[in-house]
């Protein structure tokens, strides 16, 4: 079974700060990973995946996500925020199969001081 | 990259009648999955529908409820059947976990 937790579900920073949203995964086979972002009343959009090769991954606006095997963790960073960047994030994870399933976390909404 | 079109983006419904949403996607793709997203929350997996066979459903939804249809490779319907208040979420359809696309989703009102 596969399983995502997303630490905080409210995460707060200032303009141009770090931002930094926690994933940890569980997984009994390698996994696919994904960040995805939803703003109020829209769709949602994928930032990042992560399938194979280099763990550091970049995706859209800015973002970027490392898997660590070792943490089982996926952690999405951004070195300095925008306040466009104010949304709901979720974490994912599914198997490697055409008949795997994404599983996601309970998402974590960033807010942005100005 | 896949583009998803949902059908319809936001309905308001009265309890006891069925709303069918349409999901097309613009490639063939062997996976759609419909997904739940309650007020507030994250999105909770209903079923899988794959082209030719009937859907499998999570736990917690059953195919009277949720009944799907995927004739084509490009095309899925779902249904919520008698409808009540506690329906009222936003369903997303998604093609194949590989290029995890989603549609913009339809947002259900049942009063």
């Known amino acids: 079974a596969q399983s995502v937790t997303q630490l905080g579900s409210h995460v707060s920073v200032s303009e141009g700060a770090l931002v930094l949203l926690r994933c940890n995964y569980s997984?009994?086979?390698?996994?696919?990973l994904f960040w995805y972002v939803q703003y109020p009343n829209q769709g949602l959009q994928l930032l990042l995946k992560?399938?194979?090769?280099?763990?550091l991954v970049k995706g859209i606006n800015g973002f970027e996500a490392e898997f660590k095997k070792s943490e089982t963790s996926f952690h999405l960073t951004k070195p300095s925020a925008h306040m466009s960047d104010a949304a709901e994030y979720f974490c994912?994870?599914?198997?490697?199969?055409?008949?795997?399933?994404?599983?996601f976390g309970s998402g974590t909404r960033l807010s942005i001081r100005p | 990259s896949a583009v998803i079109s949902q059908k319809p983006s936001r309905d308001i419904c009265q309890r006891g009648t069925s709303l069918t949403i349409q999901c097309q996607v613009d490639?063939?793709?062997?996976?759609m999955f419909w997904y739940r997203q309650q007020p507030g929350q994250s999105l909770t997996l209903i079923a899988t529908?794959?082209?030719?066979?009937?859907?499998?459903?999570e736990s917690g939804f059953v195919i009277d409820k949720f009944p799907i249809s995927r004739p084509n490779l490009t095309f899925s319907t779902l249904t919520v059947s008698n409808m009540s208040p506690e329906d009222s979420s936003i369903y997303l359809c998604?093609?194949?976990?590989?290029?995890?696309?989603f549609g913009q989703g339809t947002r259900l009102t049942v009063v």
């Open positions: 997984s009994s086979v390698p996994p696919y």
């Open positions: 998604s093609a194949s976990h590989l290029e995890a696309f």
């Open positions: 992560y399938t194979t090769g280099a763990t």
């Open positions: 529908a794959n082209q030719g066979s009937e859907a499998t459903y």
């Open positions: 994912a994870v599914s198997g490697r199969s055409s008949a795997s399933k994404i599983i």
């Open positions: 490639s063939q793709v062997t996976m």
